[in-house]
Protein backbone atom coordinates (compact mmCIF):
# COMPACT_ATOMS: atom_id res chain seq x y z
CA UNK A 1 0.00 0.00 0.00
CA UNK A 2 2.76 2.60 1.12
CA UNK A 3 4.73 1.87 -2.37
CA UNK A 4 1.58 2.09 -4.35
CA UNK A 5 0.56 5.10 -2.41
CA UNK A 6 4.66 6.84 -2.81
CA UNK A 7 4.33 5.74 -7.26
CA UNK A 8 1.07 7.47 -7.26
CA UNK A 9 2.41 11.06 -5.09
CA UNK A 10 5.98 11.15 -7.44
CA UNK A 11 3.81 10.52 -11.14
CA UNK A 12 1.37 13.07 -10.09
CA UNK A 13 4.14 15.61 -8.53
CA UNK A 14 5.71 14.43 -12.00
CA UNK A 15 3.41 16.00 -14.13
CA UNK A 16 4.42 19.47 -13.27
CA UNK A 17 8.15 18.99 -12.43
CA UNK A 18 9.48 16.88 -15.34
CA UNK A 19 12.73 15.33 -15.18
CA UNK A 20 13.95 15.35 -11.55
CA UNK A 21 12.15 11.80 -10.17
CA UNK A 22 15.19 11.78 -8.01
CA UNK A 23 14.64 14.76 -6.18
CA UNK A 24 10.97 14.29 -5.72
CA UNK A 25 11.61 10.97 -4.62
CA UNK A 26 13.98 12.69 -1.74
CA UNK A 27 11.65 15.46 -0.82
CA UNK A 28 9.02 12.37 -0.06
CA UNK A 29 11.30 10.85 1.66
CA UNK A 30 11.74 13.17 3.78
CA UNK A 31 8.15 13.73 3.92
CA UNK A 32 7.45 10.53 5.30
CA UNK A 33 10.56 10.43 7.60
CA UNK A 34 9.02 13.77 9.55
CA UNK A 35 11.59 16.25 8.34
CA UNK A 36 11.84 19.82 6.16
CA UNK A 37 13.10 20.34 2.87
CA UNK A 38 15.61 22.90 2.06
CA UNK A 39 15.60 23.56 -2.18
CA UNK A 40 18.93 25.36 -2.80
CA UNK A 41 19.53 26.44 -6.36
CA UNK A 42 19.84 28.77 -8.76
CA UNK A 43 16.28 30.77 -10.08
CA UNK A 44 14.40 29.41 -12.54
CA UNK A 45 15.30 25.50 -12.34
CA UNK A 46 12.21 24.83 -10.49
CA UNK A 47 12.32 24.87 -6.88
CA UNK A 48 9.21 26.80 -6.75
CA UNK A 49 7.18 24.72 -8.87
CA UNK A 50 8.59 21.25 -7.14
CA UNK A 51 7.10 22.77 -3.30
CA UNK A 52 3.78 23.83 -4.96
CA UNK A 53 3.57 20.64 -6.71
CA UNK A 54 3.23 18.99 -3.18
CA UNK A 55 1.41 21.71 -1.66
CA UNK A 56 -1.44 22.39 -4.11
CA UNK A 57 -3.71 18.88 -3.61
CA UNK A 58 -1.57 15.77 -4.25
CA UNK A 59 -0.89 15.46 -0.54
CA UNK A 60 -4.34 16.32 0.86
CA UNK A 61 -2.75 18.65 3.49
CA UNK A 62 -3.72 22.34 4.87
CA UNK A 63 -1.50 24.87 3.26
CA UNK A 64 -0.49 27.82 3.03
CA UNK A 65 2.76 30.30 1.03
CA UNK A 66 4.91 32.96 2.30
CA UNK A 67 6.74 35.18 0.14
CA UNK A 68 9.91 36.51 2.58
CA UNK A 69 11.04 39.72 1.52
CA UNK A 70 13.26 42.35 3.25
CA UNK A 71 10.29 43.79 5.19
CA UNK A 72 8.81 40.61 6.66
CA UNK A 73 7.97 40.27 9.83
CA UNK A 74 8.43 37.76 12.19
CA UNK A 75 4.79 37.95 13.31
CA UNK A 76 3.89 37.18 9.58
CA UNK A 77 5.02 33.83 10.47
CA UNK A 78 3.91 33.32 14.51
CA UNK A 79 0.83 35.41 14.18
CA UNK A 80 0.02 37.71 17.01
CA UNK A 81 -2.49 39.00 19.45
CA UNK A 82 -4.88 41.29 18.51
CA UNK A 83 -7.24 43.56 20.81
CA UNK A 84 -11.09 42.90 20.57
CA UNK A 85 -13.24 45.52 21.73
CA UNK A 86 -16.31 43.87 21.62
CA UNK A 87 -15.19 40.69 24.09
CA UNK A 88 -11.89 42.98 25.45
CA UNK A 89 -9.76 40.21 25.91
CA UNK A 90 -6.61 39.77 23.20
CA UNK A 91 -7.20 37.31 20.36
CA UNK A 92 -4.89 35.26 18.50
CA UNK A 93 -5.06 35.65 14.91
CA UNK A 94 -2.93 32.82 12.68
CA UNK A 95 0.17 33.35 10.97
CA UNK A 96 1.89 31.69 7.80
CA UNK A 97 2.98 28.54 9.55
CA UNK A 98 -0.97 27.40 11.31
CA UNK A 99 -1.02 24.79 8.56
CA UNK A 100 0.02 21.22 7.71
CA UNK A 101 2.41 22.25 4.88
CA UNK A 102 4.30 25.67 4.64
CA UNK A 103 5.82 26.61 1.76
CA UNK A 104 8.75 29.17 2.57
CA UNK A 105 9.27 31.35 -0.51
CA UNK A 106 13.25 32.21 -0.98
CA UNK A 107 13.83 32.30 2.87
CA UNK A 108 17.08 33.97 3.35
CA UNK A 109 15.68 37.30 1.29
CA UNK A 110 14.34 38.14 5.00
CA UNK A 111 16.50 39.45 8.07
CA UNK A 112 17.81 36.99 10.26
CA UNK A 113 15.44 38.04 12.97
CA UNK A 114 12.15 36.64 10.68
CA UNK A 115 13.81 33.85 10.34
CA UNK A 116 14.65 33.02 13.55
CA UNK A 117 11.13 32.63 13.90
CA UNK A 118 11.00 29.63 12.19
CA UNK A 119 13.35 27.39 14.57
CA UNK A 120 10.71 26.90 17.70
CA UNK A 121 8.44 25.91 14.66
CA UNK A 122 10.59 23.79 12.58
CA UNK A 123 12.10 21.79 15.70
CA UNK A 124 9.17 21.80 18.24
CA UNK A 125 5.73 22.32 15.60
CA UNK A 126 4.58 24.85 18.00
CA UNK A 127 4.56 28.21 18.27
CA UNK A 128 4.91 30.62 21.32
CA UNK A 129 2.63 34.45 21.28
CA UNK A 130 2.93 36.59 24.19
CA UNK A 131 4.00 33.61 26.71
CA UNK A 132 1.45 31.00 25.28
CA UNK A 133 2.23 28.23 22.96
CA UNK A 134 -0.08 27.36 20.09
CA UNK A 135 0.78 23.32 18.39
CA UNK A 136 0.48 23.32 14.82
CA UNK A 137 -1.44 20.79 13.30
CA UNK A 138 -0.01 17.39 12.39
CA UNK A 139 2.21 16.56 9.81
CA UNK A 140 3.76 19.89 10.00
CA UNK A 141 6.17 20.03 7.21
CA UNK A 142 8.14 23.07 5.87
CA UNK A 143 9.63 22.99 2.38
CA UNK A 144 11.64 26.22 1.66
CA UNK A 145 13.55 27.44 -0.83
CA UNK A 146 16.58 29.66 -1.08
CA UNK A 147 18.92 31.50 -3.66
CA UNK A 148 22.78 30.65 -3.25
CA UNK A 149 23.93 33.24 -1.30
CA UNK A 150 26.11 34.81 -3.92
CA UNK A 151 22.91 36.81 -5.21
CA UNK A 152 22.30 40.09 -3.79
CA UNK A 153 20.24 40.57 -1.14
CA UNK A 154 20.23 37.53 0.55
CA UNK A 155 21.14 36.64 3.63
CA UNK A 156 22.45 33.51 4.68
CA UNK A 157 20.97 30.85 6.77
CA UNK A 158 22.29 30.60 10.49
CA UNK A 159 23.57 27.29 11.24
CA UNK A 160 21.13 26.52 14.08
CA UNK A 161 18.27 26.96 11.91
CA UNK A 162 20.16 25.06 9.24
CA UNK A 163 20.23 21.85 11.38
CA UNK A 164 16.27 21.91 11.74
CA UNK A 165 16.33 20.61 7.76
CA UNK A 166 16.25 17.10 7.51
CA UNK A 167 17.60 17.61 3.65
CA UNK A 168 19.27 20.12 1.45
CA UNK A 169 18.48 19.78 -2.09
CA UNK A 170 20.16 21.41 -5.70
CA UNK A 171 17.84 20.47 -8.15
CA UNK A 172 20.31 21.79 -11.11
CA UNK A 173 19.47 22.36 -14.48
CA UNK A 174 17.80 19.76 -16.66
CA UNK A 175 18.90 17.94 -19.57
CA UNK A 176 17.97 19.15 -23.14
CA UNK A 177 15.17 16.33 -24.00
CA UNK A 178 13.65 17.53 -20.78
CA UNK A 179 13.70 20.98 -21.39
CA UNK A 180 11.24 20.41 -24.37
CA UNK A 181 9.04 18.46 -22.19
CA UNK A 182 9.13 21.04 -19.98
CA UNK A 183 8.50 23.82 -22.63
CA UNK A 184 5.34 21.65 -24.25
CA UNK A 185 3.56 20.79 -21.16
CA UNK A 186 3.51 24.38 -20.72
CA UNK A 187 2.46 25.34 -24.45
CA UNK A 188 -1.64 25.80 -23.36
CA UNK A 189 -2.06 25.44 -19.66
CA UNK A 190 -0.03 25.54 -16.22
CA UNK A 191 0.42 21.79 -15.45
CA UNK A 192 -0.11 22.52 -11.56
CA UNK A 193 -3.88 22.95 -12.02
CA UNK A 194 -4.03 19.61 -12.95
CA UNK A 195 -2.64 18.16 -10.16
CA UNK A 196 -4.97 15.67 -7.98
CA UNK A 197 -4.91 14.82 -4.49
CA UNK A 198 -3.73 11.58 -4.37
CA UNK A 199 -3.01 10.90 -0.13
CA UNK A 200 -4.13 12.37 2.95
CA UNK A 201 -2.49 13.68 6.12
CA UNK A 202 -4.19 10.46 8.02
CA UNK A 203 -1.79 8.50 5.24
CA UNK A 204 1.36 9.99 5.51
CA UNK A 205 0.87 9.61 9.84
CA UNK A 206 0.33 6.15 9.65
CA UNK A 207 3.67 5.94 7.12
CA UNK A 208 5.36 7.56 9.62
CA UNK A 209 4.26 5.40 12.37
CA UNK A 210 5.50 2.72 9.78
CA UNK A 211 9.16 3.66 9.76
CA UNK A 212 9.76 3.07 13.40
CA UNK A 213 9.12 -0.91 12.53
CA UNK A 214 11.39 -0.77 9.85
CA UNK A 215 14.70 -2.74 10.59
CA UNK A 216 17.99 -1.36 11.51
CA UNK A 217 20.53 -3.68 12.36
CA UNK A 218 23.85 -2.19 14.66
CA UNK A 219 26.30 -2.73 11.87
CA UNK A 220 24.26 -0.21 10.11
CA UNK A 221 23.22 1.74 12.90
CA UNK A 222 27.11 1.85 13.75
CA UNK A 223 28.25 2.89 10.10
CA UNK A 224 25.41 5.63 10.15
CA UNK A 225 27.48 6.66 13.22
CA UNK A 226 31.13 6.58 12.20
CA UNK A 227 30.28 8.04 9.01
CA UNK A 228 28.96 11.64 10.99
CA UNK A 229 31.59 11.11 13.78
CA UNK A 230 34.12 11.53 10.76
CA UNK A 231 32.59 14.95 9.88
CA UNK A 232 33.64 15.71 13.79
CA UNK A 233 37.26 14.68 13.57
CA UNK A 234 37.94 15.65 9.95
CA UNK A 235 40.51 18.16 9.88
CA UNK A 236 39.25 20.49 6.95
CA UNK A 237 35.64 20.89 8.98
CA UNK A 238 35.15 23.32 11.79
CA UNK A 239 31.28 21.75 12.77
CA UNK A 240 30.64 18.57 12.36
CA UNK A 241 27.23 16.48 11.84
CA UNK A 242 25.13 16.63 15.40
CA UNK A 243 23.23 14.49 16.93
CA UNK A 244 20.45 15.44 15.26
CA UNK A 245 21.92 15.42 11.72
CA UNK A 246 22.66 11.43 12.80
CA UNK A 247 18.61 11.07 13.37
CA UNK A 248 17.90 12.59 9.95
CA UNK A 249 20.56 10.74 8.47
CA UNK A 250 18.70 7.70 10.13
CA UNK A 251 15.15 8.09 9.98
CA UNK A 252 16.07 8.90 5.85
CA UNK A 253 17.81 5.72 5.35
CA UNK A 254 14.13 3.88 6.72
CA UNK A 255 12.41 5.73 4.30
CA UNK A 256 14.10 5.33 1.42
CA UNK A 257 14.22 1.23 2.44
CA UNK A 258 10.10 1.53 2.40
CA UNK A 259 10.55 3.14 -1.25
CA UNK A 260 12.63 0.88 -2.14
CA UNK A 261 9.95 -2.58 -0.85
CA UNK A 262 12.15 -3.54 2.16
CA UNK A 263 11.19 -3.37 5.69
CA UNK A 264 15.25 -3.39 6.92
CA UNK A 265 18.26 -0.71 5.99
CA UNK A 266 21.39 -1.59 4.35
CA UNK A 267 24.54 0.63 4.02
CA UNK A 268 23.19 1.79 0.57
CA UNK A 269 20.36 3.48 2.46
CA UNK A 270 22.48 4.92 4.41
CA UNK A 271 24.80 6.43 1.36
CA UNK A 272 22.20 7.19 -0.84
CA UNK A 273 21.69 10.29 1.58
CA UNK A 274 24.17 11.07 3.32
CA UNK A 275 25.21 14.33 1.10
CA UNK A 276 22.01 15.21 1.01
CA UNK A 277 21.50 15.13 4.85
CA UNK A 278 24.58 16.30 6.29
CA UNK A 279 26.34 18.70 3.61
CA UNK A 280 24.27 21.50 4.71
CA UNK A 281 25.08 21.18 8.48
CA UNK A 282 28.67 21.37 7.62
CA UNK A 283 30.73 24.41 8.81
CA UNK A 284 34.53 24.12 6.52
CA UNK A 285 37.44 26.04 8.62
CA UNK A 286 39.42 28.35 5.52
CA UNK A 287 41.55 25.95 4.55
CA UNK A 288 39.05 23.93 2.63
CA UNK A 289 37.86 27.31 1.15
CA UNK A 290 41.70 27.79 -0.18
CA UNK A 291 41.49 24.53 -1.36
CA UNK A 292 38.25 24.67 -3.49
CA UNK A 293 36.40 22.02 -1.90
CA UNK A 294 32.63 21.34 -1.24
CA UNK A 295 31.06 20.07 1.90
CA UNK A 296 29.90 17.21 -0.41
CA UNK A 297 33.42 16.80 -1.52
CA UNK A 298 34.59 15.87 1.62
CA UNK A 299 31.56 13.92 2.59
CA UNK A 300 32.19 11.38 -0.56
CA UNK A 301 36.15 11.56 0.64
CA UNK A 302 34.67 10.30 4.37
CA UNK A 303 32.49 7.78 2.20
CA UNK A 304 34.87 6.23 0.58
CA UNK A 305 37.23 5.80 3.78
CA UNK A 306 34.71 4.91 6.14
CA UNK A 307 33.41 1.83 4.87
CA UNK A 308 30.70 -0.50 6.53
CA UNK A 309 31.75 -3.54 8.81
CA UNK A 310 30.83 -6.15 6.44
CA UNK A 311 33.42 -4.55 4.04
CA UNK A 312 36.36 -3.93 6.21
Do not use: W
Not at 29 to 51: N, Q, R, S
Not at 143 to 148: C, D, L, R, S, V
Not at 187 to 214: C, F, G, H
Amino acid sequence: MIVEQSRQIIAEVNKAFIGKNEIVEKVLMTIYAGGHVLLEDCPGVGKTTLAVAFCLKVLGLSHKRIQFTTDTLPSDITGFNMFNRETNQFEYRDGAANCQLLLADEINRTSPKTQSALLEVLEEHTISVDGVTHMLPEPFICIATQNPLGFAGTQPLPESQLDRFMVCLSIGYPSLENQMKIIHSQKYSNPLADLREVTTAQNIMEVRDYLSSVKMTDAVLSYAIRLCEATRNHPLIELGISPRGVQALVRMACAGAVLRERNYVVPEDVQRIFCDVCAHRLVLRPQAQVDGLTARALLEEIMMKVRPEAER
